[in-house]
């Protein structure tokens, strides 16, 4: 398979990912604002040189567990996984394929392989063995 290769983004996507950059770091700012305030004392003190790594958000936001019971946690959980699922960036058709096809080569040389090494060690044992 060859290297993947960045599609170039185009002016306007290159705005929105400006815009969104812009959102992200007052986003950051303001969660740093707050830990800060939470924290007190030494502990405020221990923390100002660090910096945090947020996750990007989502658009739709995820709504708290209403019942603490198995069903309630189950669909929090089930609504996280189609959030995440929706981050995830998929291969094209192409690559699909492509990874197919050399998983299944691979497969077959590693089978002709293992079989002729059981062939040989089953002729060597049988010769041990008269």
């Known amino acids: ?14 705005k929105k990912q400006a815009a969104s950059d812009k959102q992200r770091s007052q986003t950051k700012n303001s969660v740093a604002e707050k830990k800060s305030t939470f924290f007190s004392g030494a502990a405020a003190d221990a923390n100002k040189g660090h910096t945090s790594v947020q996750r990007q958000t989502s658009s739709t936001p995820i709504t708290p567990v209403a019942g603490k019971g198995f069903i309630g946690k189950a ?24 990874s197919t096809v ?7 040389v590693v089978s002709f392989f293992l079989g002729a090494v059981d062939i040989g060690l089953r002729q060597i044992v049988r010769i041990i063995l008269q």
Do not use: D, H, Y
């Open 102 to 108: 050399v998983v299944l080569i691979l497969v077959i």
């Open 1 to 14: 398979m060859g290297r993947l290769q960045k599609k170039k983004a185009s002016a306007s996507k290159k």
């Open 75 to 98: 669909l929090q959980f089930l609504r996280e996984v189609r959030v995440e699922l929706k981050k995830v960036t998929w291969p094209s058709r192409k690559q699909a394929i492509g």
